[in-house]
């Protein structure tokens, strides 16, 4: 007897088998059912409902799925020779309750029981995100959430360009990006999704021929408008979240308003000269936590708050806190790590210095304090004001 076989036989006296009926019935009371298989063999066909994690990430990615040790297993591959194996592997992790399926899903197709064609990556797809594939808090799950995916940037300036070209990289399915400017020789400094070649055109369109030029499976939207209180629940409306890149207080408290009414987070940046700051706002998500209103309740005088093209930027700075707001972005879609809602980021790019402050909600802030949740539903913004970009 070879020795892969004897190290087969050991395993089946350890290891529980099923048959695939056994498996679908405790399916239904609550076990879960893993689908091992890899890439191209799902494509033909899985188990209804089965969780889907190839077994070269298995060991990566189970524990993201059921997080209970304890918790009823059962793995399945195409003919029940490699889900004994992966079982194993489980059970080294500290898994209990570890089956495998005899037959595989080859005979859980010959005995009738249900199946599902699943909506999978494409090799393309494979290929292009397989650094995010391997990631266990992404994998092949969360790189569809990212692709079904809607996310909209207002302004496609200095904060706006990093951020789209790498949520487009990203693979962001949806990307809508509201502008009514043109593209000028002085934005050049620090707004890299333009060129000289695109001098003069739209932003919106100067910003949709690069990101189609960088990732085509993506979808531009481009909202060629001013964004006012009439017009934006409309915009935002069918976003999972708005990334704020804008330059004037009007167009952020504005932002704000919608956000926190419809729900969606709202990640914001501000810079100025060699400094900026960065936080997250969703209340809705988090009760307890502030809106952009509870940070900033009043307007500052003009003459405290002057817009970059008053008081200059350093060019490299928006590139650095859209990078961020790209990351906090993809955070979201994913639910993913610590968000930054409740916390002000603070840098500062001559110091090399990062600070970080935590924001209280205000119980009297007239957006998402106590009175403004019991009058929900208040329609959003109260004026006209330009998306115009850092």
Request: proline share 5%; net charge negative; glycine share 8%.
């Amino acid at each position: 007897m070879s020795q892969a076989q004897a190290r087969l036989d050991a395993l089946r006296r350890a290891i529980e088998e099923i048959e695939p009926a056994e498996a679908a019935r405790r399916a239904r009371q609550g076990a879960i059912l893993v689908d091992i298989r890899d890439e191209e063999e799902v494509r033909q066909g899985s188990p209804k409902g089965a969780l889907r994690i190839p077994k070269s990430f298995l060991e990566l990615q189970i524990e993201k799925h059921v997080a209970d040790p304890e918790a009823p297993v059962m793995l399945m591959c195409a003919g029940g020779t490699r889900s004994l194996f992966a079982a194993d592997a489980l059970r080294t992790l500290g898994f209990e309750t570890v089956a495998s399926v005899t037959g595989g899903y080859n005979r859980w197709k010959e005995e009738g029981l249900d199946t599902e064609v699943p909506r999978l990556l494409t090799p393309a797809q494979m290929e292009r995100y397989r650094r995010h594939l391997s990631l266990p808090e992404v994998g092949i799950e969360g790189q569809q959430k990212l692709l079904d995916a809607r996310v909209l940037v207002i302004g496609a300036g200095g904060l706006g360009s990093p951020t789209l070209l790498y949520l487009a990289a990203a693979g962001v399915g949806t990307i809508g990006i509201v502008d009514n400017d043109v593209v000028e020789p002085s934005n050049l400094q620090r707004q890299v999704l333009h060129s000289e070649e695109t001098v003069g055109m739209a932003k919106t369109a100067s910003a949709a021929r690069a990101l189609k030029a960088l990732n085509a499976d993506v979808e531009v939207v481009e909202v060629r408008e001013r964004l006012t209180a009439d017009n934006v629940n409309r915009v935002f409306e069918g976003y999972d979240v708005v990334v704020d890149g804008t330059d004037n207080f009007q167009t952020r408290y504005l932002v704000n308003e919608a956000c926190v009414a419809l729900g969606i987070p709202n990640v914001y940046s501000a810079i100025l000269q060699f400094e900026a700051q960065l936080s997250v706002f969703w209340p809705a998500k988090y009760p307890e936590t502030p809106c952009y209103s509870c940070l900033y309740p009043v307007v500052p005088p003009a003459a405290l708050a002057p817009s970059c093209g008053e008081a200059g930027v350093l060019g490299v700075l928006p590139g650095t806190m859209g990078l961020l707001q790209a990351t906090e972005a993809i955070k979201a879609i994913l639910g993913a790590g610590t968000s930054l809602v409740g916390r002000l980021l603070t840098y500062d790019a001559l110091a090399a210095e990062f600070g970080e402050y935590e924001i209280d909600r205000a119980e009297d802030c007239p957006v998402c304090g106590a009175a403004a949740r019991d009058t929900a539903g208040a329609e959003a913004g109260a004026a006209t004001t330009d998306a115009s970009a850092a």
